[in-house]
């Protein structure tokens, strides 16, 4: 059990509950899906911010289009408290919405709309404790981090991460607002997104010789993937949710029609490894079947060949023995119980890498993530709001 330290919320929970969810209308407002940019949101919480007097960084992907923020209150930069999520959401395209995604609607206890649970809820209730510190004199200082792509592949917080250190701060905890009803969440499994290209030579079909089929290629290659995960569900880690380490196939593309040898297969695949399992050990056979294939191809002409791309890696979040990021959020969040694990990934393990002790903790739930008609319930962002009047607690001076 984790040593709990007894710090009631202050009265000002009830006044960040009702203004996060004012802000949470307007960030719900900015269509925010990873396919397009995130500025204007990122404009609007910079003039938000500005107002009380606290100047923000963009921290900008490589055309300028998509952007990080990090702002910082207080003074001093050791052992201060991140409070990081994500901008970007998920596509609401051909899902039956019951009202605009993009407008926060209540009914019955609960907020819908894109990304109110995963996770502008957490975004809107950090900025609602703005006003608070900002007019506080603060022993350590607080840091937004707000972060872009995270739902494509975790792109944006590496960069956001290296501007913190840059900086020069050394944060006692981060605390990653992903919807976990308010739990603490100490473990996540590690993200590994690949797209393979078989390229072959076509021909008719009743030609064999005259060609070679990516599709064949490929069927070689999705079989070893295929005995991979198999193999994984031995290795096993109690605390997850399946307790192994998963490999699925997403996408195939090949082919063009049933008797023509297909020039081209494509697909991709992601492993999620269960945080003692290194993703590069797991997919040795993998590699080795790539090249033994290849080598096959090679003798087929120089326009045949494979093609791997590693489109995202996110590390696991390890539990930390005596972690301060749990230490602390068991005292903000009042729990009596360690953490738990979870089997999707996260920003968590990439903050973590970077020496920073972190843990994820936010409102909302997992299970209305990516769904249509998404919804955080009000009791929920209640929750959230007496976590952050305890955090200003924590942090003001006396």
Known sequence: MLPIIDKPASADSDSIAHDAIEILARLVSFDTTSADSNLALIEYVETYLAEHGITAHRV??????????????GQGTAGGIILSGHTDVVPVVDQPWSSDPFELVERDGRLFGRGTSD???FLALAMAAVPLLAHEQLERPVHLAFSYDEEIGCLGAPDLIRSILDLGYTPMAAIIGEPTNMQIVNSHKSIQLYEVVVTGREAHSSLVTEGIS??????DLLSTLARIAETETHHRDPH?????STLTVGTIHGGTAPNILARECRFTFDLRCVPDRDADEVLAPFWVAVEQASQRLATEGDETGIMVERLAKVPSLRREEDGAAERLSAMLSGANTPGTAVSYGAEA???QEAGLSTVICGPGS???????DEF???????????FISRLVSFVRVG
């Open 376 to 386: 955080i319930e009000l009791s929920q962002m209640e929750a959230g709001a007496r």
């Open 240 to 244: 997850f949710d399946p307790p192994w």
């Open 214 to 219: 990516a599709n064949m290629v490929a069927i």
């Open 366 to 372: 997992i299970t209305q993530a990516h769904r249509p």
């Open 60 to 73: 900008a992907n490589a055309d300028g289009s998509k952007a990080n923020l990090l702002a910082t209150i």
């Open 119 to 121: 996770m502008k809820g």
């Open 349 to 351: 393990g990439q903050f």
